[in-house]
């Protein structure tokens, strides 16, 4: 196991640098003036361009740029933004929204998707099965931002239920809708990934068993069944964490919330380089440490599985 | 569908092998592929989704059929209003009428998500059965480097890489903003194409007949072209389906965000940028041409299902 771990965290490495290498590559080496637009409407004064070039290593070669900045990075300097901002700061106010979003929909999605998968999948066919299926179609095919845009239009204009945008402060309460927009779609993943698992365990010997031996229904479904049935859910659930706070950035767009997506949206858009890489760099970290964690969980969780 | 990448997820074939019919046995036996079309002729699902793919289809090619207004016909008396005999689905913003310009719409759209299909499985295909035939440091570096890709968020970074090259201000040409937006889209979705191909390389590599093939003395090209790829092409092409809805569904994500198409093309996700700022007052201009995106994708994702089932012997 130890190895295993030690082996997985060194494959981690060079995708680490892969990725975040591609996205800096991209954002600084952005055709045009860095500084055009910075001072207004003249042009900036060179020592402000002097400062800045030195500040960002711009005179180095993007490679070297790149190091340099990854070096500052793990001292735990995010860097300024074009305007003096520090990044950790701003970072370090928007994540917990992000994670709270992000928290929140993974809970519904479980929720509500393991609970229609165990219902079709101990029912077999019949309407509740179809409609379960016919309803998860419908949630892949919605587009992020219909499904937000709609429930905006309904629950806030017309029924006045939610307001439309949340506050600066994002309470619990304020997200459940947003929440629910962001995993919908996975949502709808759950109950088929469930429902497949529960009616393929369902006729498996060690549930047969349970039942034979006189087992009450309850212990059946609950223990025997369940157990083996939500391991590969709780893995995707766990990808699906890192995947979602990437995917943020629409919902959040949707109902204004000032998240890690609206500062990388802001950034992208003001050309400010730093904020986009560092934001990039954090997603990317969480999202490879939790495909790690996944992948390290599915030995926890299911004994047959060894690696080695 | 925002994220390609999650399409994959739908698409899980399992390991595919001709099944023969024991009822049928003095008859030839049919193939994966007769069987599979056998149990897809008689189910509802199937039918009603190539129903709305030959509609949309012919709608993408004959728009004139369909809406006796041309895409930029404009009347500013008319806009804003909402939908009557006149013009079935109101006027936008512009006195534009929506009908024609959703009708006008499904050319590129459906465009953007065939070549973007067809790209991802094209460079995911290659990678991903070189991959898994050649295996050892040619599989773990060409793994790796899917990874790279796999490992950034789709919305972001498609927003990178379309305001690299084309900065908020500017305006680029419309072949070069359809090619760019098919091309970001193929980029980030290529890795889950491979590793479908990739696993079914590694299945189908250790079947007895290609060993006896490679005893035989066969060149690799004829080992992959000739026993390999017939065997492993048929979960791509169920992945291959799912994302063809998944990339207009992308198309549609990326111009609500203002970084997708934009005009003077037409097409659903230009609709829907076109109206983001106004649909607080006008929803008709948004929810029209969302409803044709999300037709057009269940479609395309009730077929990938129905042709999953079909060709999944353990299903039946």
């Not at chain 1, 006045?160 to 304020?174: C, F, K, L, R, Y």
């Not at chain 2, 050649?134 to 950034?152: E, Q």
């Given at each position: 196991m130890g190895?295993?771990?030690?082996?997985?965290?060194?494959?981690?490495?060079?995708?680490?640098?892969?990725?975040?290498?591609?996205?800096?590559?991209?954002?600084?080496?952005?055709?045009?003036?860095?500084?055009?637009?910075?001072?207004?409407?003249?042009?900036?004064?060179?020592?402000?361009?002097?400062?800045?070039?030195?500040?960002?290593?711009?005179?180095?070669?993007?490679?070297?740029?790149?190091?340099?900045?990854?070096?500052?990075?793990?001292?735990?300097?995010?860097?300024?933004?074009?305007?003096?901002?520090?990044?950790?700061?701003?970072?370090?106010?928007?994540?917990?929204?992000?994670?709270?979003?992000?928290?929140?929909?993974?809970?519904?999605?479980?929720?509500?998707?393991?609970?229609?998968?165990?219902?079709?999948?101990?029912?077999?066919?019949?309407?509740?099965?179809?409609?379960?299926?016919?309803?998860?179609?419908?949630?892949?095919?919605?587009?992020?931002?219909?499904?937000?845009?709609?429930?905006?239009?309904?629950?806030?204009?017309?029924?006045?239920?939610?307001?439309?945008?949340?506050?600066?402060?994002?309470?619990?309460?304020?997200?459940?809708?947003?929440?629910?927009?962001?995993?919908?779609?996975s949502m709808a993943y759950i109950a088929r990934l469930t429902r497949a698992s529960i009616s393929e365990n369902r006729r498996a010997d060690f549930v047969r068993t349970a039942i034979a031996k006189g087992q009450p229904n309850r212990r059946v479904v609950g223990v025997h069944l369940l157990r083996a049935s939500v391991i590969p859910v709780i893995t995707f659930l766990g990808t699906d964490l890192g995947a979602l706070m990437g995917g943020a950035i629409v919902t959040e767009g949707v109902f204004n919330i000032n998240g890690l997506g609206g500062l990388v949206f802001r950034g992208i858009q003001e050309k400010d380089g730093a904020t986009v890489t560092g934001i990039v760099v954090l997603l990317v970290i969480v999202y490879l440490l939790m495909s790690l964690v996944v992948d390290l969980l599915y030995a926890v969780l299911d004994p047959r599985i060894r690696y080695d | 569908m925002t994220d390609p990448n999650i399409a994959a997820d739908l698409s899980h074939v399992g390991e595919v092998a001709p099944v023969t019919d024991p009822a049928n046995g003095p008859h030839k036996p049919r193939s994966l592929w007769g069987d599979a079309w056998r149990q897809l002729r008689r189910k509802p699902l199937f039918l009603l989704s190539v129903f709305i793919i030959l509609v949309v289809v012919v709608i993408a090619i004959a728009p004139g059929l369909f809406s006796s207004r041309a895409a930029d016909f404009s009347d500013l008396n008319h806009a804003n209003e909402s939908p009557s005999a006149d013009a079935w689905f109101g006027y936008d913003n512009q006195g534009y009428d929506v009908y024609a310009r959703t009708i006008y719409g499904a050319r590129a759209s459906l465009l953007v998500g065939i070549f973007a299909t067809l790209l991802t499985v094209l460079i995911g295909s290659i990678v991903g059965i070189i991959a898994g035939y050649?295996?050892?440091?040619?599989?773990?570096?060409?793994?790796?480097?899917?990874?790279?890709?796999?490992?950034?968020p789709f919305v972001l970074g498609a927003i990178v890489i379309l305001t690299t090259f084309n900065p908020p201000d500017s305006h680029p040409g419309e072949v070069r903003i359809i090619a760019q937006v098919v091309g970001s889209i193929s980029v980030l979705t290529w890795p889950v194409a491979m590793r479908i191909m990739r696993s079914a390389t590694l299945v189908a590599k250790q079947l007895d007949y290609v060993k006896a093939a490679r005893g035989l003395g066969a060149s690799t090209s004829r080992i992959i072209f000739r026993h390999l790829l017939p065997n492993t092409i048929a979960p791509v092409l169920v992945y291959a389906t799912i994302a063809l809805g998944a990339a207009i569904g992308a198309e549609a994500t990326l111009a609500y965000l203002g970084i997708g198409i934009r005009s003077p093309v037409v097409s659903w996700g230009v609709e829907i940028s076109d109206a983001r700022d106004y649909f607080q007052n006008v929803p008709h201009m948004l929810l029209f041409p969302a409803g044709f995106v999300t037709i057009t994708v269940l479609a395309f994702v009730m077929l990938g299902d129905a042709v999953r089932q079909a060709l999944d012997p353990k299903a039946r």
């Open positions: 190895r295993y771990v030690l082996r997985r965290l060194l494959q981690l490495i060079p995708v680490f640098i892969g990725s975040t290498f591609l996205i800096y590559a991209l954002v600084w080496a952005l055709p045009g003036d860095p500084f055009s637009g910075k001072c207004g409407q003249r042009a900036c004064p060179q020592a402000y361009v002097d400062m800045m070039t030195a500040k960002y290593n711009l005179d180095d070669s993007l490679p070297v740029q790149y190091f340099k900045y990854l070096g500052k990075l793990f001292s735990g300097d995010f860097g300024e933004t074009f305007s003096g901002n520090s990044i950790g700061e701003m970072m370090a106010n928007a994540a917990p929204i992000t994670i709270r979003l992000a928290v929140i929909a993974v809970v519904i999605e479980a929720i509500i998707g393991i609970g229609a998968g165990i219902l079709t999948g101990l029912r077999g066919k019949g309407f509740l099965d179809n409609l379960v299926l016919l309803s998860t179609l419908f949630l892949i095919s919605l587009p992020v931002f219909v499904t937000g845009i709609v429930l905006q239009l309904l629950l806030a204009g017309e029924w006045g239920i939610i307001n439309p945008s949340v506050s600066s402060e994002a309470t619990v309460g304020e997200l459940i809708v947003p929440g629910f927009v962001l995993g919908s779609l | 050649y295996g050892r440091w040619i599989d773990s570096v060409l793994s790796r480097f899917g990874d790279i890709f796999a490992g950034l």
